[in-house]
């Protein structure tokens, strides 16, 4: 009896040494499976950035191409009666009957978002004597300077040497923009 109980223990002892090599080969695989993963994902993630540098370098390359060619055709670039991005060279529109209005945004400012959505959705109601040029808040460290903006959501009223003419923060809406354009 003594014996069977030695080889049931010598069972025992040897199936728990198998278990917890199987276990241990098989954790091993799992993080070794876990790292590999992770590396292809890092890998996948600065594939994806590279590419997203290098659409945005061709999209600004055509956009400047594109703003070459319409200069050279002797356009403004720019419309009264819109809304679109800042360019020094868009604020000499302003004139006795067209005002420009900068409006400084910031993409992560939930009230800038809002007047964003409003004016877009009302493109049509913009006044033909007005034009709105959307100015990047974190990107505009000089024209900020030069209109004393500390606050994104404010708008600045330009004359044709930009200049300023008129500085507000409290307009939600296109409509109320408007109102206070002089």
């Not at 992770?38 to 370098?57: G, I, N, R, S, V």
């Not at 868009?90 to 067209?98: C, F, R």
């Not at 049509?124 to 460290?141: E, F, G, Q, R």
Request: hydrophobic share 40%.
């Amino acid at each position: 009896m003594n014996k069977n109980i030695g080889i049931i223990i010598g069972v025992i002892v040897l199936a728990v040494i198998v278990g917890g090599i199987y276990v241990s080969n098989n954790a091993k695989n799992d993080a070794v499976m876990v790292e590999e993963k992770a590396m292809m994902e890092k890998k996948a993630m600065e594939e994806k950035d590279a590419m997203m540098k290098a659409d945005t370098t061709e999209t600004d390359s055509m956009m400047k191409e594109d703003e070459a060619s319409m200069m050279d055709k002797g356009d403004t670039m720019m419309k009264a009666g819109s809304y679109e991005a800042y360019a020094p060279e868009k604020v000499t529109l302003a004139s006795a009957t067209h005002d420009v209005v900068l409006f400084f945004r910031a993409s992560w400012c939930p009230t800038c978002r809002a007047v964003d959505a409003d004016i877009k959705a009302n493109l049509s109601k913009i006044p033909s004597s007005l034009a709105i040029l959307d100015v990047n808040y974190d990107n505009s460290t000089a024209l900020k300077q030069k209109y004393g903006v500390t606050y994104q959501h404010t708008f600045v009223q330009v004359n044709k040497d930009g200049n300023l003419i008129k500085k507000w923060s409290s307009s939600p809406t296109l409509s109320a923009l408007v109102s206070e354009v002089k």
